[in-house]
């Protein structure tokens, strides 16, 4: 499979003699199946080469292969002034990745105490809480930052901890965050002191003591787009382009249909019934589906996406990556990316991580201000509460004005 990348013979015979010449015709066949560049699989053949002459040089042996020595290695390349590694490690990971398929990448490293309890954690919340994915990965980090800043790194000792820890913990941790993310912390500590409480680790009421920072639901109008600056975000993605489209689709599905972030990558073909002119949603974080028109404008930004800029894939996501192998979609690393993008070109400055939602929120004031009710809105936006919804009532600001108070101060 090597000669097939490279010409000359000498090349192909040097590959072949390496210490990891006999994984590399493998290697070669792997990425040219997940759609890999022939410079790309190039990269990767010459970085396994280089890599496994080195492990020669060090003395290792092709069965000792290790994380330290794939960390030595790297640790002693010259990188790029822009901080990126050299040609002589891009790649490395397939590299690894295939040594660690043929059972010769030794895993020298046992769990440590708080590993066991964070995966007994994880299992907890999934099998008796039935907390979705993302939940458990955000629980599971403050947890281990919290058994991190009680107990170091040694085996925990539950009767030292004590409720002044706690309450100090997640105050520190909620001064970190800004709006409704303060109140993650304590949320995420009170639950893993209850999966504490269900073990017997500690007396029960102790959870109490990760106060709840105050919050105040209506103190301000939730962040929305007026129509022209949505449209000037949609004008971003014009639609030459595979991942143009690609991206316009996104965009109209969080823009019009005011979907989460999760739920748009979560999509998936069979999702969408084209002739019923719907599209379903899988549960999520309300852990209940729901159906929502597939009005003409999505479903022909969709239709564009899928016939002339989707990759060739087994997967049944609906949004796929465009740099090969095609991996479906994530929120972190293409969503919040995408919006954050869209927006920087239409003029206008965003939070980091607000840009999706920002979008969901204008999705249903306009819904609002075009005649719809709460019970409709709550509905295509798939609150299971009606108070959820209620925070829209302060956007439309026409009708407030028609209800309001003479101030009392004058006239403004």
Request: glycine fraction near 8%; include cysteine.
């Amino acid at each position: 499979m090597i000669e097939h990348f490279f010409v000359h013979t000498p090349v192909v015979a040097r590959l072949r003699g390496g210490p990891l010449g006999p994984y590399l015709d493998d290697l070669a066949m792997i990425l040219h199946q997940q759609g890999y560049a022939p410079s790309s699989i190039q990269r990767c053949l010459r970085t396994g080469d280089r890599f496994g002459r080195w492990l020669q040089g060090q003395g290792y042996d092709v069965t000792q292969i290790d994380a330290v020595a794939i960390q030595h290695y790297v640790s002693g390349l010259e990188r790029y002034r822009s901080g990126h590694l050299p040609k002589a490690a891009q790649g490395l990971k397939h590299v690894v990745g295939l040594l660690r398929q043929r059972g010769l990448l030794i895993d020298r490293q046992s769990p440590t105490p708080i590993d066991q309890w964070l995966m007994e954690y994880d299992v907890h919340l999934a099998q008796v809480a039935g907390c979705a994915l993302s939940t458990r990965q955000s629980y599971g980090r403050m947890a281990r930052r919290f058994l991190t800043s009680c107990c170091g790194t040694e085996r925990p000792n539950w009767q030292a901890v004590t409720a002044p820890m706690i309450t100090a913990f997640a105050s520190q941790e909620a001064a970190k965050c800004q709006g409704y993310g303060r109140r993650t912390p304590s949320v995420a500590v009170r639950s893993f002191l209850r999966f504490l409480v269900f073990r017997g680790e500690i007396r029960p009421g102790l959870e109490a003591a990760a106060p709840t920072p105050p919050q105040w639901k209506h103190a301000a109008l939730p962040p929305r787009l007026t129509s022209e600056e949505v449209e000037r975000v949609l004008a971003v993605y014009p639609g030459d382009t595979a991942t143009s489209r690609r991206n316009r689709a996104m965009l109209l599905l969080l823009a019009r249909l005011g979907l989460r972030a999760q739920e748009v990558v979560a999509l998936c073909l069979d999702d969408i019934d084209w002739y019923a002119s719907r599209i379903g949603i899988r549960p999520g974080k309300t852990r209940q589906a729901r159906h929502l028109p597939l009005t003409q404008e999505v479903g022909q930004a969709l239709a564009a996406y899928l016939q002339d800029g989707r990759p060739k894939s087994e997967s049944r996501r609906v949004f796929l990556q465009c740099p090969p192998p095609f991996r479906p979609c994530t929120v972190n690393g293409t969503i919040r990316w995408m919006v954050r993008q869209a927006f920087q070109s239409a003029g206008m400055a965003i939070r980091p991580r607000s840009g999706s939602h920002m979008l969901r929120h204008s999705a249903a004031s306009h819904m609002l201000n075009r005649g719809a009710s709460f019970k409709e809105v709550a509905d295509v936006l798939g609150h299971q509460s009606l108070q959820t919804t209620g925070i829209y009532a302060k956007l439309e600001l026409d009708a407030l004005a028609d209800v309001a108070l003479p101030w009392l101060g004058g006239a403004q």
